[in-house]
């Protein structure tokens, strides 16, 4: 088994990695969305959101709860606390940004509302007719796509939802959850079975050890607030490989989705090299920060052996030295992932991770002979003169969640009322 490029992280940063790279994978969206409207209409940008989340939020929820011990007995057949779980590890609900507050009634039946919802906060600035899109059209299916990876009768029925009536309400949302018999069995995007295929779906990462210290498991109680630093160091190392797994699935789902509705493969690489960028940078700045990495070469390439693009070990393969790192074949190529879209004609993203460390520092990559064969080394460097942030990453930058801070929750159980 390759060991994790997270294991040699202390527990306490593990725990704020974790957090990071849920927030993280929210962004793709901030990035990837602007370009589809900006190349294919609002439109277009929503029938993709839907097929992006509803063909990857099914497996990657079924992976964690796999991993974390709270998988149903019966497969397909598990509970609403079951369902609640899934969201506070889930990219689609990142702690606090969107800050879920979750009612148990009983196994069948019970509720959430979102005292905070970042996403709403992007989009409300851009009118209702966007707040619609996101809270109506997108979340409706969405949502029951996630459901269903605990229960195929599962539903989730919003009480009330944006556009805000009066414009300042809060909770900004309500939703009930409900898993019934006499549901109809929900169905599946077409490009769930296609993402199921991938080598993302099947990755096998190292198993939790139960001897260690901490949490090695969410058997127990559902609780309010999800706290991290409870975890086992290796629990905490596989949730973060599991997450970055999360954010490689929903890149694959936009790709398949934007794959039948482009005009050619130089349009389907650029949207998808631009949603790159973007995510790279703003993910590079908030590790950078959570971290406390030093903004120097050394810095720059730990910063680039963390970052979900590279991540995780048995996905991407990465070499570190004291100067470069190289990157070989893996199963993130075959998957046509991130990673398969960067090498020495094009590794913009690589420099706008390290841009956001320091922007004096940079990026050169050249091939390792047969570039195919043998992959690519990419070394950083510091220039003389700074290099201003790239535009992809300002346009994610727009979002509230590049600047989020965390605040310390108390975690409590949650029991039936």
């Given amino acids: 088994m390759i060991p994790s490029r997270y294991a040699d992280l202390t527990r306490e940063e593990l725990a704020e990695l974790v957090r990071e790279l849920l927030l993280i994978g929210q962004l793709i969206d901030r990035s990837g969305m602007a370009w589809c409207i900006s190349a294919l209409g609002r439109e277009e940008m929503l029938r993709i959101a839907i097929v992006e989340w509803a063909s990857a939020s099914p497996i990657y929820t079924r992976r964690m709860q796999t991993a974390l011990g709270y998988a149903p007995a019966v497969p397909g057949r598990g509970d609403v606390p079951t369902i609640f779980k899934g969201l506070q ?4 609900a990142p702690p606090q940004f969107m800050d879920f507050r979750y009612i148990v009634h009983d196994a069948r039946h019970g509720e959430f509302h979102l005292d905070h919802c970042g996403a709403l906060m992007d989009v409300e600035p851009m009118g209702e007719e966007y707040v619609r899109g996101m809270c109506h059209d997108i979340e409706d299916p969405t949502f029951d796509a996630t459901a269903i990876a605990t229960h195929p009768r599962a539903q989730v029925r919003p009480v009330h939802r944006p556009p805000r009536t009066p414009a300042d309400r809060t909770p900004h949302c309500r939703w009930t959850v409900v898993i019934d018999d006499a549901h109809p069995e929900a169905v599946a995007v077409p490009e769930l079975a296609l993402n199921e295929r991938s080598r993302a779906a099947s990755l096998e990462l190292a198993s939790i050890d139960p001897t260690d210290d901490g949490a090695a498991d969410y058997a127990g109680p559902l609780v309010s607030d999800l706290d991290l630093a409870a975890f086992s160091h290796s629990a905490l190392v596989r949730i973060a490989d ?27 690489l650029d949207i998808r090299r631009k949603q790159l960028v973007g995510v790279a940078g703003i993910a590079g700045s908030r590790l950078a920060r959570a971290l406390s990495l030093p903004a120097d070469t050394r810095g ?12 995780p070990a048995a996905y991407v393969s990465v070499e570190m030295d004291a100067e470069a790192l190289v990157v070989r074949p893996a199963p993130a190529d075959e998957d046509g992932a991130w990673v398969s879209l ?33 992959g690519w080394r990419g070394e950083v460097v510091r220039r003389p003169e700074p290099v201003p942030e790239a535009s992809e990453v300002a346009v994610v930058r727009f979002s509230t969640g590049a600047d989020f801070a965390f605040e310390p929750r108390r975690s409590l159980p949650i029991t039936p009322v």
């Fill in 89 to 92: 590890l889930d990219i689609g």
């Fill in 242 to 268: 599991e997450v970055c797994l999360q954010m490689a699935l929903l890149d694959r789902g936009f790709t398949l989705a934007l794959e039948s509705r482009v005009a050619s493969r130089e349009q389907l």
């Fill in 300 to 311: 720059a390439l730990r910063l680039l052996a963390l970052h979900p693009m590279l991540n």
């Fill in 342 to 374: 960067i090498g020495p004609e094009w590794f913009v993203p690589l420099q706008a991770a390290v841009h956001a460390l320091d922007p004096h520092l940079d990026v050169e990559v050249r091939p390792l002979g047969d570039m195919v064969a043998d």
